[in-house]
């Protein structure tokens, strides 16, 4: 059973980071693709971060430059460090894996993702 389990959120001032964690089980983060993406309250979803089997990365642009997507293949685990915040980031954040196609960019159509984690910042 595909599993994934998010961790790290909370409430940060503006300018500050953090990183989230994600505890994948049931099966092994060398999928094709896996990924975070955001829902602020009353918003849609958006693609934040993806990161392919191969190592390739790539950012939404509210991001780039200031959220770095990594994977720890021993410990199965993705992570996204958050730097610079800012209070538009406020948002409940998921990670994501798909086991049947590449990323091909930041996306949001993910067949599996987590319960998500809550990030709050203040300004």
């Known amino acids: 059973q595909v599993q994934l389990v998010e961790s790290g959120g909370g409430s940060v001032q503006a300018g500050g980071s953090l990183r989230l964690s994600c505890a994948a089980s049931g099966f092994t983060i060398s999928a094709p693709c896996l990924g975070w993406f955001r829902q602020a309250l009353g918003k849609e979803r958006e693609g934040v971060a993806v990161i392919d089997s191969d190592g390739s990365r790539a950012y939404a642009d509210s991001v780039k430059g200031r959220f770095t997507i990594s994977k720890d293949i021993v410990k199965n685990t993705l992570y996204l460090y958050l730097d610079i915040v800012k209070p538009e980031d406020t948002a409940m954040y998921y990670c994501?894996?798909?086991?049947?196609?590449?990323?091909?960019?930041?996306?949001?159509?993910?067949?599996?993702w987590g319960r998500g984690t809550q990030i709050t910042v203040s300004s």
């Open positions: 994501a894996a798909d086991h049947g196609r590449v990323c091909r960019g930041v996306r949001t159509d993910f067949p599996n």
